[in-house]
């Protein structure tokens, strides 16, 4: 299992997954917001959205929001982008905000090859 992280800045500033059969599957497991701390005001102002393209989809998907003004600062996630899904491109919308993602790579281990977590059972 290979840690993987990315931080990203704004939507016009995306970042481009390509699948690595020697890696495997990315597992994204973690957001959280970077940058500056939301003003007081309009919560719905101040929503950070993750947003990926996949190169088979023909629009965008919602990763997930996140609100800091509410104190949601780190939200877990459950994501799996694999060889089926070819580029993924990552984006996040929200002014002069970061988004921290954080996961990894499930290898490529073939069936009859124990994993670490099959190791601790």
Known sequence: MTIWGLQLYRRESPFTHCFDKAKGKLRISQATIGGRT??????????????????HSESPILLCSISPHEGHMSIPINFEFGED???????????????YLAGYFLGNAGPNVPTTTDLLL
Do not use: K
């Not at 939301?38 to 190169?55: F, I, M, Y």
């Open 38 to 55: 939301c003003p007081t005001g309009d919560s719905n102002s101040h929503v950070v959205q993750v947003w990926c393209e996949v190169q």
């Open 85 to 99: 899904d070819g580029e993924v491109v990552f984006s996040v919308s929200g002014e002069n905000y970061s988004v």
